[in-house]
């Protein structure tokens, strides 16, 4: 896809929490395509060196755990020393898995809000003195569950409704200097999210049945979400959360016949 120039984000420096794989790892290869220098942070050193090695020969892959503020903000630092200020600033980080409420334990709950808002929070917060300012970039990367509620995702709604409201907090807190909006991605083929949303046949169906476009999103289509959001197309936008999902969303009706299908 060549939605844009190829050489819109030359001169900019990106980093992407958790891009080591799967719609981060996407997101950061795009912002290398058009012009940006990049780095990926990510908690398995293995994989942020090889997805530094996919994403081009000058990108950075360093390991640092989004829930330790002083590894994520060490991280930061050595970045903006090795490749300039911060313009762009992606958190991804996730962690899910399918469990009701009566079914999870304490301690998974919170290791699934930790990684996923308070690792938002502390790349966030981390950034801030870092940044080209004006003009910078934060983009989250949330998800549907933040705004309906779903059986057996306890945790991920009450985490990914946390990141909406901090990306409308940061947007009001740090405007005009900075842009903070969010990307809420839908059903995306190939990636680690759908694998464990929806393991098997029924499951993909009741999924694919909530599509207004009735096909899966690509990796390549958030990219491209990611892009306008932190390109001068977007420079009147903040504090807003980007459905990428074809219609998914609206066409989310009935949660209990999703949940059937998984269990």
């Known amino acids: 896809m060549n939605t844009f120039t190829p050489h819109l984000l030359v001169g900019k420096t990106a980093f992407v929490a958790g891009g080591t794989s799967g719609i981060n790892l996407g997101i950061a290869k795009r912002f290398a395509a058009l012009g940006a220098r990049v780095a990926v942070v990510g908690r398995d050193p293995d994989k942020a060196a ?87 970039s934060l983009i989250a990367i949330t998800a549907g569950q933040a705004v309906n509620a779903a059986v057996l995702q306890a945790h991920a709604c009450a985490a990914k409704a946390g990141i909406n409201q901090l990306v409308r907090v940061l947007a009001l807190e740090w405007g005009p200097d ?17 694998k464990r949303l929806a393991p098997d046949e029924a499951a993909q169906e009741a999924h694919y049945a909530r599509i207004a476009m009735k096909r899966w999103g690509r990796i390549d289509e958030v990219a491209e979400a990611a892009v306008f959001l932190c390109s001068p197309a977007a420079s009147y936008v903040t504090g807003t959360i980007l459905d990428c999902d074809g219609g998914s969303q609206i066409g989310n009706a009935s949660r209990i016949d999703l949940a059937r299908g998984m269990t």
């Not at 900075?178 to 759908?194: C, F, K, L, Q, W």
């Open 50 to 136: 090889r997805a530094a090695a996919e994403i081009g020969d000058d990108a950075l892959g360093l390991s640092a755990d989004v829930r330790d503020y002083d590894a994520i903000r060490a991280a930061m630092e050595s970045i903006a020393d090795q490749l300039g200020a911060l313009d762009i600033v992606v958190s991804g980080a996730a962690g899910n898995f399918l469990a009701p409420i009566l079914g999870m334990s304490a301690n998974a709950f919170r290791t699934v809000v930790d990684i996923d808002l308070n690792g938002t929070f502390n790349v966030f917060r981390g950034c801030h003195d870092l940044l080209n300012r004006p003009g910078a």
């Open 178 to 194: 900075v842009r903070v909006n969010g990307i809420s991605p839908g059903p995306i083929a190939d990636t680690e999210g759908m």
